[in-house]
């Protein structure tokens, strides 16, 4: 099997100082694509450039203190891209892949972090500029091998995916532009919702975001924003889907999904 998980740190200190790293010497990922990293190449040094036996690949943003996405991997890549070549987002460190090529197959794992619009009109804008840009990027990788992107799309695509879907109507992440684009790259993009795939009815189990306020992750007032979105190849060989919440490292649950490579 290899397993493969994604999980939004909001800040790798934070997440390291309430277990991340004992969690992942027990869980054994092959890979751990991780979001909203929120530190700069000194503050890895020495500290964050592996975990857990695993070696990191990232792209930290510009601004200190933000955003930032990164793979843990125990396997060696063949090449790292770093960045999709949008130079508006690229300086915000939204995208890494990391590729595991041999003569026998192409595949990649994608680690994203897609913009937030919560915060005002303005970033919503540039989640929609995000969108424009990252959905030709995944088309053409499409073409070209086969891939797994995890991340934290901020956007919840059905009603299911999140607790209180009739008043987010009008709310970042629930849009209705949004959720277009969403079911635009899974039907239209030819990719696959791998943990959809394998849970279609999930409802409350499928939450993987709490906000901070009003006791939402004692009440279970969540959302699904974490995803694996895969080549439909790829995903056809995924066996099982966990959302890991006994413990908690941010406001973010890891998404573990087991994939059979034994047939790939």
Not at 115 to 131: I, N, T, V
Request: glycine content about 8%; charged content about 25%; proline content about 4%.
């Amino acid at each position: 099997m290899f397993k493969l998980t994604t999980l939004n740190l909001n800040g790798i200190r934070s997440a390291t100082s309430k277990g991340l790293h004992d969690w992942l010497e027990q869980h054994k990922p092959d890979c751990i694509c991780v979001q909203e990293v929120k530190a700069q190449q000194p503050d890895l040094a020495g500290k964050f450039e592996s975990l857990a036996g695993l070696q990191g690949y990232f792209q930290l943003a510009e601004k200190k203190g933000y955003s930032g996405v990164g793979i843990y991997t125990q396997l060696q890549p063949s090449d790292v891209r770093i960045g999709y070549q949008n130079a508006e987002f690229d300086a915000e460190g939204r995208c890494v892949e990391l590729r595991f090529d041999t003569p026998q197959r192409k595949f990649s794992v994608i680690s994203a972090y897609f913009p937030s619009g919560s915060s005002g009109p303005e970033r919503q804008e540039a989640k929609y500029r995000f969108l424009d840009s990252f959905y030709p990027h995944l088309q053409q990788l499409r073409a070209e091998r086969e891939f797994v992107l995890c991340g934290d799309v901020n956007i919840a695509h059905q009603e299911i995916d999140l607790k209180n879907f009739k008043g987010n109507r009008k709310n970042s992440g629930f849009l209705p532009e949004e959720r277009a684009w969403m079911g635009k790259l899974l039907s239209d993009g030819g990719l696959v919702d791998v943990y959809r795939q394998l849970e279609p009815e999930a409802t409350e189990a499928c939450y993987t975001w709490w906000s901070n306020r009003g006791q939402a992750y004692a009440k279970n007032v969540g959302w699904r924003l974490d995803y694996q979105i895969a080549t439909p190849a790829l995903a056809a060989l995924a066996r099982k889907a966990e959302i890991y919440k006994e413990q908690r490292f941010s406001d973010h649950a890891p998404l573990i999904i087991d994939y059979d490579f034994s047939s790939f």
